[in-house]
């Protein structure tokens, strides 16, 4: 079975700390995800990447960096994290061959920065 | 760029009835795919079923199936004998054929069943 881990289920942090949330698949896909979910909103594209250190902007990148320096490994980085920023956080991936194949997600990091 | 709309914030059905949940989608593209995720309370996105778009008969997976109409850019979900297990987070999303791989999503229809 095809498994994305996020690392960190539940975190809490305060304002102006740097925060990782650290996702790692185990199929070799090439493409990772990083969302945001807020009730209301559904799931927001923060960035994307299609290959090792390769990164795209989503719909809502402000505020946020990523860091894709190995294949299987895609990191989500809040430089100074903020109240705002309190979210859930979902990871994906999926192969390159073909648009329609099923993205996976992992369980879902959730942040509360106080 | 595209948009997914889901009407319906809520939505109930009796256990054993059917009930069909709503999802319309904005784009400019022809090739593209729809797909129906439900997130239960775990918060683990699990993916119901998928639809091509240049597929004229729509997708079915046991008791959930599609009502796919393209003209009209609607993607509804029809689930059958509905069971308790069934009730989550519902969200429609849609993903481009071309380049841009990246799934675009509905805000979701939370769906409760009533035993």
Redesign the interface.
Known sequence: DVKVTQSSRYLVKRTGEKVFLECVQDMDHENMFWYRQDPGLGLRLIYFSYDVKMKEKGDIPEGYSVSREKKERFSLILESASTNQTSMYLCASSSQGGAGNTIYFGEGSWLTVV | AQT?T?SQ?EMSVQEAETVTLSCTYDTSESDY?LFWYKQPP????I?VI?Q?AYKQQNATENRFSVNFQKAAKSFSLKISDSQLGDAAMY?CAY????S?????????TQLTVLP
């Open positions: 997914v889901q914030p795919y775990s918060r683990q996105m993916l998928r091509e969200f993903l481009n054929s071309g841009a791989r990246q799934l675009t999503f509905g805000s979701g």
